[in-house]
């Protein structure tokens, strides 16, 4: 992998490669933070990273180690706003699950329930702000209309991105 600026794939495979091995007790939480925190460093590190630890059976991303939340937190923006990018994708992605009776429902209201654990996290005013730009692109205006606009997402999807984002304040 290239250490200064690691493709997607290659972000990937590291991150499932670290997940793996700090699942089986092969590294501490202070490697795997330290290596996530190099890999988050870039958009597509921290896509490849999240990519991969949102989704799969992993439990590094249910336990956030106090070494990752550090590490999570020093990212700043990079990290919130591709949770909150997350967050809107995997509340989506449930409807359309549901609709079309289709398995993959589960995996998308884990990285949903993740990404709202992890937002709980981050620096608050930092998720509040980036938030408010999601909320108000569910409302038809601003910043993030164009990226809901880019998935074709219906009303019953707009809607549960909406309710995703008011969980994360309870």
Known sequence: MNAQKPTFKEAMQAALLWCESWENDEISDEVISDRVGELIKTVEGARGFFAVSLSIDCPLMDRYPD???????????????????????SSAMIITHRANNDELENQSKRIKNRCIELLKL??????????????????????????????????????????SVYQVAT
Not at 72 to 87: A, C, F, H, M, P
Not at 126 to 140: C, E, H
Request: charged share 30%; net charge negative; no cysteine.
């Open 67 to 89: 070494a990752l939340i550090f590490q999570l937190r020093n990212s700043g923006e990079i990290v919130v706003d591709l949770t909150v990018k997350n967050l809107a994708m």
């Open 122 to 163: 981050l620096d608050s005013s930092q998720v509040k702000k980036r938030l408010d730009i999601l909320l108000d692109a569910t409302k038809g205006n601003g910043e993030d209309l164009k990226f809901l606009n880019k998935w074709s997402y219906n009303e019953e999807q707009i809607n549960a991105i909406s309710e």
